[in-house]
């Protein structure tokens, strides 16, 4: 089976009164197992329409999205739902965190919705939150954590079910820049070390250092471009270089 994420001739139209709006224009990405992909571009440039449909929230009006060699316009809404649930990992804006749940729970609750939880799942859990420095945090609520902290519970969530793929909009939108730099590096080394094909959006050009790829995106139309490129324009938008 081929692994990984691909994203083939996928067009996004809406309407809007009599007119046709086309959001995604001809999109295609590949995104490999162990490969870490940013996109960037203005607001209204179908950023979130895209990763929507990466996601396997919105079906595209054209164009086909594989998820390891499985077609994902030719499943039902229940599969889609298992997809979703089961092979893709989401990383918000917010880290929208239930807030009578403590973080280990946090982690706990989306076994239960895939069924009974195992010792393993306990063990499992334990192994993320120690790993992503959130040890000492099991029977912390929401509101007892850093910003910083909630996001690493939020990847750590994202991540509980092994999923294929981790999907992350804006993930340092709340974030101060130490704690930004920190939350990306993590996703990063979560990316590497368990194989996972993985695509941010972000605004925050100074988080593409960490990325493999760096596409973007103008009026729906997809481009590549090198993290250098990316990394060099941000340096210049700051006065830096």
Known sequence: ???GLRISGVSQHFAEGSNRITALDQVSIT???GEFVA???PSGSGKSTFLSIAGALLKASEGDVQLNGQNMSKLSARELSNIRLQEIGFIMQSSNLVPYLNVLDQLLIVKKMSGKVKGEDKAFAFKLLEELGLGSKLKSFPEELSGGEKQRTAIA???INNPNVIL???PTASLDTKRAHEVVSLIA???KSRRKAAIMVTHDERMLEY???VYRMEDGKLSLHTANEEAHEAQLT????
């Not at 700051?238 to 270089?241: L, M, S």
């Open 168 to 170: 992350a909009d804006e």
């Open 39 to 41: 996109v960037v571009g």
């Open 189 to 191: 080394h979560e990316v």
């Open 31 to 33: 995104v490999e197992p």
């Open 211 to 213: 990325c493999d790829k």
């Open 1 to 3: 089976m081929t692994k």
């Open 238 to 241: 700051d006065g830096i270089v």
């Open 157 to 159: 969530r994202a991540l």
